[in-house]
C-alpha cells in the first residue's frame, strides 16, 4: 500500500502562486509515476501534471503549461507542485495521485486551492 499526505493548499488571489506538496510512504518502490489531478464543483477530475519516476520526464495539461512545475525530492519521497500565475479557474481540489506497479492507482485526501478574482 501506498500513503499520500498533500499539504499547500488555501487561499491565494489571482496572480499569486502557492506550492502543492505529496508526501509519499508505504511501498514506495513500486512507484511508476506520480501526479496531481484537480476536481472544480460540477466538473470531472483532471489530470494537471505528472512525473514518471524512472526518467523523471513530465507532462502538463494545457491550461496550466507555462504556469505549473511538478518536481520531485527522492530522498524525502516528496513531489511537488509550484503553481504560479494563479487564476481564478484554477480554484479546485487537488489530489495527489500514485500509479503504482500494474497500473494500480492510489490517491491522498486532497486539498483546497482557491484563488480570489
Known amino acids: 500500500q501506498v500513503q499520500l499526505v498533500e499539504s499547500g493548499g488555501g487561499l491565494v488571489q489571482a496572480g499569486g502562486s502557492l506550492r502543492l506538496s505529496c508526501a509519499a510512504s508505504?511501498?514506495?518502490?513500486?512507484?511508476?509515476?506520480m501526479g496531481w489531478y484537480r476536481q472544480a464543483p460540477g466538473k470531472p477530475r483532471e489530470l494537471v501534471a505528472v512525473i514518471i519516476s524512472n526518467s523523471g520526464n513530465t507532462n502538463y495539461a494545457d491550461s496550466v503549461k507555462g504556469r505549473f512545475t511538478i518536481s520531485r525530492d527522492n530522498a524525502k519521497n516528496t513531489v511537488y507542485l509550484q503553481m504560479n500565475s494563479l487564476k481564478s479557474e484554477d480554484t479546485a481540489v487537488y489530489y495527489c495521485?500514485?500509479?503504482?506497479?500494474?497500473?494500480?492507482?492510489?490517491w491522498g485526501q486532497g486539498t483546497q486551492v482557491t484563488v480570489s478574482s
Open positions: 508505504g511501498i514506495i518502490f513500486g512507484i511508476n509515476a
Open positions: 495521485n500514485a500509479n503504482v506497479g500494474l497500473g494500480e492507482q492510489h
